[in-house]
Each structure stands twice: as C-alpha cells, then as structure tokens.
C-alpha cells in the first residue's frame, strides 16, 4: 500500500529494543489522550490511552506518560518488534466538550529493523 | 461484517465530478465519524453522527462536502464538483458510545484522487 509515512518525522530501531515516540499536543484545556497505530492502507488502531489525572498508563509491552506542563505525551514500546513498523499518532480531546472529536497529531513513522 | 467496512477502497475522479463514500460501521454502533487524512498527516475530524442525527459538520471544508446516515446506519460522504485538493483518504470510525472516543473503530478508508 502507499506509504503514509512520506514527510513525517521518523524513527528506526534495531528488533528488540525499546522505542520511544513523541508528541507535543496543542490544547491546554484536552484531559484525554490517545495513541493510535497506522499500518499501510489501513485505518488508525487503538493502542492505549490516559487521562489527564494520570501521568503514566501500561499496557502490554506499552507505556504512555503524560506531561500537562510542557504538553508532551510520550509512547514508549517495549522489545519492539517488526510488527511494530507503522505510523503512530497521538489524539487529544477535551471530555468537557466536543468529546467525540479528536485532534491529531502528525505522526511518527516507526521502522523495525530485523 | 466484524469491523466498519468502507467502499470504495480507491476511487480516482475527474476534477469537477461528483463522488459519493460509503460506510458500513459496525452493528448497533451509535456514533460515526467521518476523517479527512492528507498524505503524511494525521488524520482531520470531518462530522459526526449520533444515530442519524447530524450533531457537528463543523470540519466539512466546504458547502462542496455532505453527509448523510439517514436510517442510522450506513452513511454516505458526498463531494460535489471535485476539486484537486479533495485528494485525500476519507475515514469512517464508529462507536458503541456517545463519550470519549476510546472505542473509535476505524474502517481502512477510501482513497480519492482527483486528476
């Protein structure tokens, strides 16, 4: 499929270590956070999420962390694999008001190395 | 079917016709959304559905741009007199809920080049 991934930041890792992805959210006023997974030709997949009460959520083999005072979310893989190759957006909203439209981020493309 | 089931898959229009997207979401799903995804960037909110009500089309770029779920189900995205900046994939999410928008299911989208 075509590569989505064309002019977005990205970042390459060798299979089994740890990968860390970024994201600078823009409203101060969001209080929930998502990190979706985008393959080739497929649409965005949940990964995980976190509230803004939170400042770090895990799940299997991911981990995000939240920063209100900088803004700054962080998607962190463990023991990345290549199956972990895709584009990965961080979402907000704000469950106070239109909580059912998300803002996304640009993207990271992820490379898994074998 | 098991997920939002979006056709057609790839779509390539003349600039100046007209194009209608369909989407299927799942079962018994509340809540649609339609997204706007240019190449190399996240994807842009576009309207929302609650059953068939129509309760934001802020995102429509233009009075070029409708959409309809007229029974609560399938909806329909419409773009009239297509332009070449429409070039974009188009996704349909639903949702069991009409909260936060954790159990989004994205369809794989449909492709539309203007040319």
């Known amino acids: 499929g075509e590569n989505v991934g064309l002019h977005l930041p990205t970042l390459s890792v060798q299979e089994g270590d740890n990968s860390i992805i970024n994201c600078a959210y823009s409203n101060s006023a969001s209080d929930y956070f998502i990190w979706y997974k985008q393959e080739s030709g497929k649409g965005p997949q949940f990964i995980i999420d976190i509230r803004s009460n939170m400042d770090k959520r895990q799940g299997q083999r991911v981990t995000v962390l939240l920063n209100k005072t900088v803004k700054h979310l962080s998607l962190q893989i463990a023991a990345t694999q290549p199956g972990d190759s895709a584009v990965y957006f961080c979402a907000e909203t704000n469950s106070g008001g239109s909580n059912y439209k998300l803002t996304f981020g640009k993207g990271t493309l992820l490379t898994v190395n074998p | 079917g098991a997920g939002v089931s979006q056709s057609p898959r790839y779509k390539v229009a003349k600039r100046g016709q007209d194009v209608a997207l369909r989407c299927d979401p799942i079962?018994?799903?509340?809540?649609l959304f339609w997204y706007q995804q240019a190449l190399g960037q996240g994807p842009e909110f576009l309207t929302y559905?609650?059953?068939?009500?129509?309760?934001?089309k802020s995102g429509l770029p233009s009075d070029r741009f409708f959409a309809e779920r007229p029974e609560g189900s399938v909806s329909t995205l419409k773009i009239q007199r297509t332009q070449q900046e429409d070039s974009a994939v188009y996704l349909c999410a639903s949702s069991p809920s009409t909260g936060p928008t954790t159990e989004a299911f994205f369809g794989q989208g449909t492709r539309l080049t203007v040319v």
């Open positions: 559905f609650q059953n068939e009500a129509q309760l934001d």
């Open positions: 079962s018994g799903h509340v809540s």
